[in-house]
């Protein structure tokens, strides 16, 4: 595990959390005042670079841990979005590199051929070792799109620390064993158990 952040508040933002509407950017400062503990940020999706990730790793910088994380793209080839990926954080990479698998758009019964692109040329790229690598993705995706893979295909990525989405009733206090980590994983080192409408007062200017 790199972070022990059981039972803290992680943030994760993107372009979205910057409306033009308002005057400034994320407040980093008030986020981590009203007890966050670390962010993740958004370096791009697909071939795109987030349009605010450059104001939000410099603005970030010496206040939270942070991490960067990549929306994957289904229609683009897996190793440019690698090579892009590493191109924009490259130059000041801190914390996990984050490969977002989540997306419906343009997915087929072999993506997870892709996704072993993506994650292996990232390795190659960055030289890092797995466990500074990680997945995120949902219980039902995951499950769904490695169905064609065999157990010892689908036993590759669990070197691979996951991010978890689910979603339970209560965000903040979940019920740990009725969460469901898909297949080949055992354990997640981070769960995202919810989006609370919490934003705003905590920095940034969306719910």
Same mark, same amino acid.
């Given at each position: 595990?790199?972070?022990?952040? $059981?039972?803290?508040?992680?943030? /994760?933002?993107? %372009? ?8 400034? $950017? ?6 981590? /005042? ?13 071939? &795109? ?5 450059? !104001?939000? #790793? %410099? ?11 990549? @929306?994957?793209? &289904?229609?683009? *080839? =897996? ?14 990479? /801190?914390? *996990? ?9 343009g997915i087929h019964a072999l993506i997870w051929k892709s996704w ?17 690598? #990680?997945?995120?993705? &949902?219980?039902?995706? #995951? ?5 064609? =893979?065999?157990?010892? +295909?689908?036993? #590759? ?11 339970? +009733? ?6 740990? =064993? @009725?969460?469901?980590? *898909?297949? *080949?994983? %055992? +354990? ?6 919810? %989006?609370?409408?919490?934003? !705003? ?7």
């Open positions: 595990m790199i972070f022990d952040y $059981h039972g803290i508040e992680i943030s /994760d933002l993107s %372009t979205y959390q910057d409306t033009p509407l308002i005057v400034g $950017h994320v407040d980093y400062a008030k986020m981590r /005042d009203w007890g966050f503990r670390a962010v993740g940020i958004r370096a791009g999706i697909g071939l &795109n670079e987030d349009v605010d990730f450059q !104001i939000n #790793w %410099t603005n970030s910088r010496g206040i939270l841990p942070r991490f960067t994380y990549h @929306a994957f793209d &289904n229609t683009i *080839p =897996a190793k440019d979005q690698a090579r892009k990926y590493w191109n924009i954080i490259k130059a000041d990479r /801190d914390g *996990p590199c984050v490969g977002d698998l989540e997306k419906r758009e072993y692109e993506y994650l292996t040329e990232l390795q190659m790229l960055s030289g890092l070792s797995s466990p500074w690598i #990680w997945i995120y993705t &949902n219980f039902y995706f #995951w499950e769904e799109f490695t169905m064609s =893979a065999t157990d010892a +295909q689908r036993e #590759w990525f669990e070197q691979f620390p996951l991010w978890l989405a689910s979603y339970p +009733q209560d965000p903040f206090f979940p019920n740990y =064993a @009725a969460i469901r980590v *898909p297949r *080949p994983w %055992t +354990q997640c080192v981070l769960l995202q158990s919810g %989006t609370p409408a919490i934003g !705003i007062e905590a920095g940034v200017e969306s719910k």
